[in-house]
């Protein structure tokens, strides 16, 4: 349904946030992410079960659309314009409205077979900055 373009785009930008995060790249967070100060406190709290957070990690990128354990690798929710959906089509202009779509990856701690949580959060589609938008970690 999701084109494997946008799927791999949605992978690559949580990647480079959790990297960041796993870094404590304060830098990087803030400019890319949006991420500051005392959100960055609240994310520590949410994984403060994890004693080593270097350890964390998402799945492989060619297991994205696996099926395991009740879900994929990467989920993504919301309905895309029909220009969206073409993968080779030109570039839309972006509308005037925001257009996103809910997004939640598998984390993993590193060495760990089962998933630990989720990363979820919403990527924007039209060219807004961020367009990776940290919500939450569920686990």
Known sequence: ??????????YQAIATFLDAY???????????FDIHGEFLEEIDEMLDFIEDKTKLCL??????DKFECGSTGLSI???????????????????SEE????????LYEEGEAQ???????????????????????SV
């Open 115 to 137: 998933h630990i949580g989720y990363i979820v959060g919403e990527y924007y589609l039209n060219g807004q900055e961020p367009a990776f938008v940290f919500q939450y970690f």
């Open 77 to 95: 929710f919301g309905n895309l314009s029909d220009d969206e959906e073409e993968e080779e089509s030109e570039e839309a202009e972006p509308e």
């Open 1 to 10: 349904m999701y084109p494997l373009k946008l799927k791999t785009e949605i």
């Open 22 to 32: 796993k870094r404590q790249d304060t830098q990087t967070l803030a400019e890319q």
């Open 59 to 64: 799945f492989p990128l060619e297991e994205m």
């Open 99 to 106: 257009e996103s779509v809910g997004v939640e990856a598998k």
